[in-house]
Structures are given as structure tokens and as C-alpha cells.
């Protein structure tokens, strides 16, 4: 959640996801970067890929569907909701 928050980009969180998101950004007084405009961020390639991006990308290089795929987080920001994307075409992650 902090690498969204500090990022600023949102791609795919809604209304109480951003406004979250923008409240942990806030409330750390070191964090200089306040306003981000996460659309210019998204466009300049400064964000991660979404869950269902890099299904499209695993999918677009014939990646085999049943290979294991492994989650080098802690926990993902809005959890399986977001996942689902990917879980559609690569169920062993």
C-alpha cells in the first residue's frame, strides 16, 4: 500500500481506495511529494503494471497457464478483488 501511496497511482482503485491511498501520503510529514497527478504518472510509465496488464503480457508471450507464479509482496492493496484479472488465466499464483 505505501508503494501506491508514495507512486500516487491509482489505476484501478475507486473513489475510497484513492482518497486512502492520498490520506497515508498526508500523514507522513517527510514524504515530500503531496499532489501527484497519477493520470501524467501513468503516461510518463511511472507506475507498475495492474494485475491484469501483466496477465495480458504473460498472455501475449504464450506464457504457459499453468506455470506457478509467485507474489514478491506483502500484501496486495484491495486484495483478491484485484487479483481476479490475473487469477482469470493464471489460477497458481
Do not use: H
Not at 503480457?57 to 506455470?67: D, K, S, W, Y
Amino acid at each position: 500500500m505505501d508503494m501506491l501511496a508514495f507512486s500516487g497511482c491509482t489505476e484501478g482503485c475507486n473513489e475510497q481506495e484513492v482518497a486512502e491511498l492520498t490520506n497515508l501520503r498526508y500523514r507522513i510529514p517527510w514524504w515530500k511529494e503531496k499532489e501527484i497527478n497519477p493520470k501524467r504518472k501513468r503516461e510518463a510509465g511511472l507506475c507498475p503494471v495492474t494485475p491484469e496488464e501483466r496477465a495480458l503480457t504473460l498472455r501475449a508471450f504464450n506464457i504457459n497457464p499453468n506455470i506457478q507464479i509467485y507474489i514478491a509482496a506483502g500484501d496486495i492493496y484491495g486484495g483478491k478483488s484485484k487479483l481476479a484479472g490475473l487469477r482469470a488465466f493464471y489460477l497458481q499464483i
